[in-house]
């Protein structure tokens, strides 16, 4: 398993989008349940974009939307199977602002050779 720790440094204006994405996604809800929250669905769909990209993209993105002081951790772990040709990759970015408070972005990726014809 490989893991990778950057920092997700404060973004220049015009971002954040957010002035602190962390709190609006601790909060999402509080009010309302049943109430669509449009900050929030943002930042996940963001997030969840880019959790397609490298740790750094994704690190400045999670600054781009308000999330500076956070540390984005990378979990990866490439799966070999005996069948010849299959390979499974998942990666897994965390944005962490308090060490109990995650949201994580998960990805999983296979690599297979494409059928030539």
């Known amino acids: 398993m490989q893991i990778e ?7 220049s204006p ?5 002035n ?3 709190a609006a996604l601790l909060h ?4 309302d349940p049943s109430e669509r929250d449009p900050p929030v669905a943002h930042i996940l769909a963001v997030l969840a974009g880019y959790a397609y990209a490298d740790s750094a ?3 400045m993105m999670a600054s781009r939307l308000g999330m500076s002081g ?9 799966v070999e199977s005996m069948l010849i040709g299959e390979r499974r990759r998942r990666e897994m970015f965390t944005p962490i602002s308090h060490p109990d408070r995650i949201v994580a972005a998960v990805r999983c990726t296979d690599v297979r050779p494409r059928a030539r014809g």
């Open 28 to 31: 999402a809800h509080e009010a």
């Open 14 to 18: 015009p971002f954040p989008i957010y």
């Open 70 to 78: 956070s540390a984005c951790v990378r979990f990866a772990q490439t």
């Open 20 to 22: 602190d994405a962390t």
């Open 5 to 11: 720790r950057l920092s997700v440094e404060p973004s």
């Open 57 to 59: 993209t994704f690190a």
